[in-house]
């Protein structure tokens, strides 16, 4: 008997760049600036926050939505910090990470043969999101080098199939920035509009030299419209915990529910309590800002000297450069060099496009221990 053949949902999706570079960078035994995680610990309190957790004997399913003390902690920290008020019950749920989030809010509004845009360059789950719901993916290219919005060519990409939008800021993998006046010319183009909006805003604690993250919640046009996704896993160091959080309006919530109650039903019970009461003390989170400027500024200070053009980073934990005075090679293929024989692995911009544009521009994260950046810009130095 042979196994039944049968047509891919997603027949262009192979092995994602970030398993290809994680791989290489293993065998070549490289300093890992590829894959987008921290190689250092979290607060020791959060752990024991979710060792109590377990040990009072919460190991059972959750409220299908999320645990309420968490819930309520989430609606307080955005009203804190935006002052847009969600109500914990109806308008905030608690998600298997963000990439399940983003998956679910597609799934729950798009229907087959609608149009999604999404600003490239993009992380790589928005499209096969969006074909696995039947929808149709509309490629809109984010300003080159600057990556920023380029909001003549978004207007003319929407049309009366038009579902949704995706933005992301702070922005993987550029790591630029909107900013308040970038906010308010997409809530005033959107003003005519039935089109819904995800708000990637999983970097949200990760913005630097003292501006603030303008998120969808606080602009109304947006918030009212808006499916705004964050993560702890980004903001308290433990991306392997995959829990994440969705703020949307009552009515959108009640949609996406629907559709999270049958992919995943519910999330970790244990850790959602320890996260609900490691929220009571802001620190953490308002301090996070200072922690990765600071890695920020060593990564940049020790290849000032060098021959890799910086490019800003003004928020995530991400530093582009432009490789254009070190090599002709391809992203794609300096990447690959780069690790073998440098000893440094990097992700090719390119791996964000859907054409695979290559603009000389690679990407590392500085989530790093200082000794591990360390070691990366001594070798980086000697291109």
């Not at 960078?25 to 979710?50: S, T, W, Y």
């Not at 911009?349 to 994260?365: I, K």
């Amino acid at each position: 008997m042979s196994t039944p053949a049968f047509p891919s949902r997603l027949p262009h999706v192979g092995t994602t760049i970030f398993s290809v570079m994680s791989a290489l960078a293993a065998e070549h035994q490289a300093v890992n600036l590829g894959q987008g995680f921290p190689d250092f610990h979290c607060d020791p309190g959060l752990i024991d926050a979710v060792t109590r957790a377990m040990q009072d004997g919460h190991n059972q399913y959750p409220p299908m939505a999320g645990v309420p003390a968490l819930r309520q902690a989430v609606a307080s920290k955005i009203e804190a910090l935006h002052a847009r008020q969600y109500c914990a019950d109806s308008e905030i749920t608690i998600t298997a990470g963000a990439t399940q989030a983003i998956l679910t809010a597609i799934l729950a509004c798009v229907q087959p043969g609608d149009e999604v845009i999404v600003l490239e360059p993009c992380y790589d789950s928005y499209v096969p999101g969006i074909e696995l719901a039947g929808g149709v993916a509309v490629r809109v290219p984010l300003l080159p080098q600057s990556f920023q919005p380029d909001f003549a060519k978004i207007a003319a990409a929407i049309t009366p199939r038009t579902r949704l939008l995706i933005i992301n800021t702070p922005h993987n993998p550029s790591a630029t920035v909107w900013t308040a006046e970038d906010m308010r010319q997409l809530e005033e183009l959107l003003v005519p509009t039935n089109v819904l909006l995800i708000s990637d805003e999983v970097y949200e604690h990760m913005v630097f030299d003292g501006a603030d993250h303008q998120s969808a919640a606080r602009f109304a046009g947006l918030a009212d419209r808006a499916f705004i996704v964050s993560s702890f896993g980004k903001t308290f160091h433990v991306t392997g915990w995959k829990v994440g959080t969705v703020a949307a309006p009552a009515a959108l919530t009640a949609e996406f529910r629907k559709v999270h109650q049958f992919n995943v039903f519910t999330v970790n019970t244990p850790m959602q309590h320890g996260l609900a009461q490691y929220l009571q003390d802001p620190a953490p989170y308002l301090q996070l800002p200072a922690f990765y400027q600071a890695k920020r500024d060593l990564f940049r200070q020790g290849l000032a000297g060098s021959r890799l053009r910086l490019l800003p980073s003004t928020g995530s934990y991400f530093q582009c450069v432009d490789i254009s005075a070190v090599s002709d090679l391809s992203e794609t293929n300096f990447c690959q060099w780069l690790t073998r024989e440098v000893g440094v692995a990097a992700i090719p911009l390119s791996a964000f496009y859907g054409d695979g544009f290559d603009q000389r521009v690679v990407r590392f994260c500085f989530a790093k221990k200082d000794e591990t950046l360390r070691s990366a810009i001594e070798r980086l130095r000697r291109l």
